[in-house]
Every structure is written in structure tokens, then in C-alpha cells.
């Protein structure tokens, strides 16, 4: 693939700084600079506008962040060897990217930038599903970001919009569903990277709800860990490992004793949560 933004072809760069995928950080690098153009602009105009970037890796996604007007780019990238292949994009750009060495589990965000920010990442797939839990337990809420644009495996993103009685429906479509609206926006083939992943990939992106329904976050996720934990069983036999007897929480709840955690949308969730002593 040719350059279009006056840097060297990503195969170029990779092979100069050593980069070969390491299977253990979950390194897929996209090198089709159309596609990591296509994942920018499906966050929104940039222009002006702050971005994090988890795992930049040879920096494929950031050089289009920066080419589609971000006015400032956030790396954050744990493996070393990336760092010159980085500065370079960086001296390319002046003053627009800032590289994070670190991992990204143990980065304090929100503390990055003042203001909202968006964060836009092929995520690594080792740590995908841990970030968005954090950032989706954000506090305060509305939280420091004003999107997400991410990518995950398409399983994954398949249980961040399921709904009652989607197979893929748990715990994770009721948390996301609660606090933000998702939607998967494109699939990229596993032919898109090096080394192709065996699985589909698929670009979700989020948007935080100003105001969710009110509940207590904790509560609501020792809710959905209980109904989940035992998905099969009819909540009044699952709600059991609360501690508490299940039948008065769910008829304050207003939902069925025989009814399963499949069943119930994020709204019963959060009754059940407000419930909850």
C-alpha cells in the first residue's frame, strides 16, 4: 500500500524498526492505510478534536488519526520496539503526538487531557474486554470521553449489542447497553493484517448516555454477575448466591420468579439492582 500522508509504506516500517507481531502483547497490525482511514473518520470529524489510542503498534490507525485533523493524538504502547517507529510519525506531525510507554490496564486516562476526549484503538485482543470494562465503570459519570470508536473480535462486539435473548446476550451487553449506545459499525477481514487473526474483527463504536437510569453501579454488576453466573436457571434459583431471599427482590422488580437473565432487559436489570438492600 502506498503512503498517502508523505510517511513510508508500514511494511517499510516494520521491516526497518524490527516490528514482527508478538503473539503475546495480541499484536495484529492493519497496514491497509484505507482501512485505518475508514476506522478515523467512523469517529466522527477530528478536527480540533483530542484522541487516545491504545496499541498504536507501527502506528498504521495513528497516521490517520492525525491525517483526518486530529489536533492532538495520545499514544499509549507497551512494547518498546514501536517507540522509534512512533517518534517518527511524531516528528512528522509536531507538537500533535504524545507516546505513553506504559500498559495501558494501569494508564490513569482520564487524567491525559483536559476536557472530553475520544478514544479510538484496534485493540489489542489480549486486553480488549478489561479496557472497556473500565471504561465503561467510569467515575463520575458522564465519563472523560465523549466516544469510543474500537475494535474488537466480532464475537466480542456481538455481546456488546446483544439484547434479550440474542445468544451472546450477558453481562457485558447489559452494562454496555446501560451506559452507552453501541452499534457495530464494519467487519475487517482477517486478511487485513499481519498475522491474520482467525476470527473477523468489527469496529463498535460508543457513545456515552447523559444520563443513564439511575442506579448503583455495583449493585447493578453483582445483579447481572448472579442471574449470568447460572444463565440456565430461573432467577429465583440463581439470585440465590446474593445473599438475599430472590422472590420479594423480584417481584419489587416487577419481574416473573420463572423468568431467565436472558430474558431480562438492561431496565429489569436496574430495577432488580434498585432493589437490591
Same mark, same amino acid.
Given at each position: 500500500m502506498i503512503a498517502q500522508d508523505g510517511l513510508p509504506p508500514l511494511r517499510d516500517v516494520i521491516t526497518r524498526y524490527g516490528l514482527q507481531p508478538v503473539k503475546a502483547l495480541g499484536q495484529n497490525f492493519l497496514l491497509d492505510l484505507n482501512l485505518t482511514g475508514r476506522i478515523?473518520?467512523? !469517529?466522527?470529524? /477530528?478536527?480540533?478534536?483530542?484522541?487516545?489510542?491504545?496499541?498504536? @503498534?507501527?502506528?498504521?490507525?495513528?497516521?490517520? /488519526?492525525?491525517?483526518? @485533523?486530529?489536533?492532538?493524538?495520545?499514544?499509549?504502547?507497551?512494547? %518498546?520496539?514501536?517507540?522509534d517507529a512512533l517518534a517518527e510519525i511524531a516528528a512528522h506531525y509536531p507538537g500533535r503526538l504524545d507516546v505513553i510507554e506504559g500498559d495501558a490496564l494501569a494508564v490513569d486516562m482520564a487524567a491525559l487531557a483536559p476536557g472530553?476526549?475520544?478514544?479510538?484503538?484496534? /485493540?489489542?485482543?489480549?486486553?480488549a474486554?478489561?479496557?472497556?470494562?473500565?471504561?465503561?465503570?467510569?467515575?463520575?459519570?458522564?465519563?472523560?470521553?465523549?466516544?469510543m470508536t474500537l475494535m474488537f473480535q466480532r464475537e466480542v462486539a456481538e455481546r456488546i449489542v446483544a439484547t434479550p435473548d440474542?445468544? !451472546?446476550?450477558?453481562?457485558?451487553?447489559?452494562?454496555?447497553?446501560?451506559?452507552?449506545?453501541?452499534?457495530?459499525?464494519?467487519?475487517?477481514?482477517?486478511?487485513?493484517?499481519?498475522?491474520?487473526?482467525?476470527?473477523?474483527?468489527?469496529?463498535?463504536?460508543?457513545?456515552? %448516555?447523559p444520563t443513564p437510569l439511575p442506579c448503583d453501579r455495583a449493585k447493578l454488576e453483582r445483579v447481572t454477575a448472579a442471574a449470568f453466573g447460572q444463565r440456565r436457571k430461573m432467577l429465583r434459583q440463581s439470585l440465590k448466591t446474593l445473599g438475599v431471599d430472590p422472590l420479594p427482590l423480584l417481584a419489587t422488580a416487577g419481574i416473573n420468579e420463572t423468568a431467565r437473565a436472558e430474558e431480562i432487559d438492561v431496565p429489569g436489570f436496574v430495577r432488580l439492582a434498585n432493589a437490591l438492600p
Open positions: 478515523a473518520r467512523a !469517529a466522527g470529524p /477530528l478536527s480540533g478534536a483530542t484522541v487516545i489510542e491504545v496499541g498504536p @503498534g507501527p502506528g498504521g490507525l495513528t497516521r490517520a /488519526l492525525l491525517a483526518e @485533523g486530529a489536533s492532538k493524538v495520545i499514544a499509549i504502547e507497551r512494547d %518498546r520496539r514501536c517507540l472530553p476526549v475520544r478514544i479510538v484503538a484496534n /485493540l489489542p485482543y489480549n486486553i474486554t478489561p479496557l472497556l470494562i473500565g471504561w465503561l465503570q467510569a467515575e463520575p459519570w458522564p465519563p472523560f470521553y465523549e466516544s440474542d445468544d !451472546a446476550y450477558g453481562r457485558l451487553g447489559v452494562m454496555a447497553g446501560w451506559r452507552t449506545e453501541a452499534q457495530i459499525l464494519f467487519d475487517i477481514s482477517p486478511k487485513a493484517f499481519t498475522p491474520p487473526p482467525k476470527v473477523t474483527s468489527s469496529v463498535v463504536h460508543f457513545r456515552p %448516555r
